[in-house]
């Protein structure tokens, strides 16, 4: 166990140095771009990715896996949007949005627990099922299809755009979901019966944990996440959309899977997510400031990517050796 | 093995039933929908998706996954718009596409059969390098001014049916007759089922897994080819999104995700399904926007049953197995 929290350390260490070189790389190349309140703000474009990608963590640690958040982000969006708009207070309106999130997580989870369905089929379905409700919610409520609804509250529009202690909002928000989601993972026996579940789903089940409601749990987290992602997205644009986050599924598993979380489950640290979602948001908003457009530097991105994991894949192939090793030299009382 | 190949058949058959039924339901509502017209326009519709779901599913079949095929159809297309814009013959157009598509799937193939990357990972990096790269190829550009001969492929009749339809099925067929009827094809079905087995009795294993991402990438190049005659124009979006379309067309048409199970024609019915789906509704006067919600309800449907119908015929086997054991247990107990 300690061993395992010392390699998880080294990885987030390493993502902390990453963020660190990727600082004094671009405040060189770039002038002016050291500015603590510029990189602040741009913290705001890419927090949604970690406010939807912390939760996912839980569900790629059992193994699984949510390719429906993205359509979730615009269901939560529309539904604060059409809700607000029938006259429903903008608060409860959030409220209700959230609870319609926490539901499609469940449905997600309820088909995964219960059928033999893989998780990549039955969220591919769902990513389908929930952006065509949210589309049918948008045409149905407004009757304009893809366009938005604006004109939003300013109180609501200052979730997102406002700032306490010169901190923009986002950014509290985005600590406050990591420490939630960061005690409730490492810190509860729920937390560590998600990691069993991942490890050997087996073992958990015949150690008497219900394996079934703590998958099912992980994908409502994920929906959740999902909808405070969209919720904010709402409130940083002041517009619901149905369309909100359909092309975020992508980043969103980047950065779980580049915060050192195993696709094969079991492993990963939700400290490790957002770390990975800043270092790649800096690296976004930094080589668009220095001149590269915006849709080239998924080049980086991607190859950052996969090099990440080739390096983490050839450490661990390392130390399964070594641990082959070190079981083949212990005499065979185990056995 | 025949109970096996029984309920793949099955499979199939079922999809084509659904399909049928589905076809008499909207044909009941909107006549036209059934005309021989309108069916051709269907299937021109779906071949993009279809040759997608061939290749893909030489990937899924070797319980690998690639999410990369929106970004090699789009890279594709734009090496192929910007040649047939140069004025180059029309073979040197095709054989360098293809040969884009194979180099992608090549590099996808090396990351995960060579370098052990997981296929999700290693072809969501390739996802955003390639669409990166296409956009600067193409300096953000729209590649217009295609040939008019080359579009005018795209409604050109042979034998009754447009270019693009034979395509398809020549396609459709090749990979069908490959996988089933070499020994080479069997091997993809052998180390998507066994990866361990299939090493320890000496087959190619990573030749195969690389392999089926090079057939992969040159799927999603042919349907960047398609994909130009049909639209006429290459625009930057090209292909985005469509990896999970593919996906979920090949999951429809009964190709597992762990691998070893279904076959090619069940993955270009999946496609051909999934296209009847998103383009009924216009027939049936409901409005276009509850295109996904409908496929995707019917997506689940279809493959929990499926998988509740399997865990049936598998349990129901094994039952008729072991009774069998006990009879035969029965048999040496009394006989001394």
Not at chain 2, 81 to 103: H, P, R, Y
Request: charged share 10%; glycine share 12%; proline share 3%.
């Amino acid at each position: 166990m300690t061993n395992l929290m010392r390699s998880l350390l080294r990885w987030e260490l390493f993502l902390i140095v990453a963020i660190v070189l990727e600082l004094l790389i671009f405040s060189m190349i770039t002038p002016g771009f050291f500015n603590i309140q510029n990189l602040l703000f741009s913290m705001n474009d890419f927090a949604y990715i970690g406010l939807a990608a912390i939760p996912m963590t839980f569900v790629i640690i059992t193994g699984g896996i949510d390719v429906s958040v993205g359509s979730i982000m615009g269901l939560a969006s529309i539904s604060v949007g059409v809700l607000w708009m029938n006259g429903v207070n903008i608060w409860l309106a959030l409220l209700i949005a959230l609870v319609v999130c926490i539901i499609a997580g469940l449905i997600n989870g309820l088909i995964v627990a219960f059928t033999d369905v893989q998780p990549l089929v039955v969220t591919l379905g769902t990513m389908f099922l929930f952006a065509g409700i949210a589309l049918v919610i948008s045409g149905g409520g407004s009757a304009t299809g893809y366009e938005g609804i604006s004109g939003f509250p300013d109180p609501f529009v200052e979730v997102a755009n406002g700032m306490i202690l010169d901190i923009p909002n986002v950014i509290w928000i985005l600590f406050g979901v990591l420490i939630v989601f960061g005690t409730l993972l490492h810190f509860t026996k729920y937390g560590r019966s998600v990691y069993l579940v991942g490890i050997n789903s087996k073992a958990a089940k015949y150690s008497g944990l219900s394996t079934k409601w703590i998958v099912m749990s992980t994908y409502m987290l994920a929906g959740l996440g999902g909808g405070i992602s969209g919720v904010i997205l709402t409130s940083y644009f002041s517009s619901a959309r149905a369309d909100l986050g359909s092309t975020a599924i992508l980043p969103v598993i980047t950065a779980v899977v580049l915060g050192g979380t195993s696709i094969l489950g079991g492993k990963g640290t939700v400290l490790g997510t957002l770390l990975a979602s800043v270092f790649v948001g800096i690296m976004n908003y930094s080589l668009q400031l220095s001149g590269m457009p915006s849709e080239q530097t998924t080049i980086v991105v991607g190859i950052i990517l996969i090099l990440a994991v080739l390096l983490r894949q050839s450490k661990w192939t390392y130390i399964k050796k070594r641990v082959s090793r070190e079981k083949n030299q212990v005499p065979k009382i185990s056995e | 093995m025949k109970i096996l190949l029984k309920l793949l058949q099955m499979r199939e058959l079922s999809i084509i039933l659904l399909m049928i039924l589905f076809f008499l339901f909207v044909g009941s509502i909107n006549s036209e929908f059934t005309s021989a017209d309108s069916i051709i326009l269907l299937l021109s519709g779906s071949i993009i998706l279809l040759v997608l779901a061939v290749g893909q599913s030489f990937v899924l079949l070797t319980s690998n996954i690639d999410v990369s095929v929106g970004s090699i159809m789009g890279i594709s297309a734009a090496v192929g718009g910007t040649l047939l814009v140069d004025g180059s013959s029309l073979m040197f157009v095709i054989i360098s596409v293809i040969g884009v598509g194979a180099l992608c799937g090549l590099i996808n193939g090396i990351g995960v059969a060579q370098l052990k990357i997981p296929a999700i990972i290693m072809t969501l990096g390739m996802l955003g390098i390639l669409r990166g790269l296409m956009l600067i190829y193409t300096e953000g550009m729209w590649i217009e001014d295609i040939p008019s001969y080359y579009k005018m492929y795209a409604v050109t009749d042979f034998l009754g049916l447009p270019y693009p339809i034979w395509v398809g099925i020549v396609i459709c067929l090749g990979a069908f007759l490959f996988l089933n009827k070499t020994k080479f094809g069997r091997y993809f079905y052998a180390v998507g089922d066994n990866l361990d087995g299939a090493k320890l009795v000496g087959l190619p294993v990573k030749t195969v897994g690389i392999l089926a991402f090079v057939f992969s990438g040159m799927s999603a190049s042919v349907a960047a080819l398609i994909f130009i005659m049909n639209i006429g124009f290459v625009p930057n979006q090209t292909g985005s999104g469509i990896e999970l379309q593919v996906i979920a067309a090949a999951v429809l048409g009964g190709v597992s995700l762990t691998g070893g199970v279904g076959t090619v024609l069940g993955a270009a019915l999946g496609a051909i399904f999934f296209t009847v789906i998103n383009n009924s509704l216009v027939y049936m006067k409901i409005p276009a926007y509850w295109n996904s919600a409908i496929a995707g309800l019917l997506l689940l449907v279809i493959v929990i049953s499926d998988t509740k119908f399997q865990s049936y015929f598998t349990k129901r086997n094994q039952a008729k197995l072991s009774n069998q054991h006990i009879e035969s247990q029965g048999l040496e107990d009394s006989s001394p």
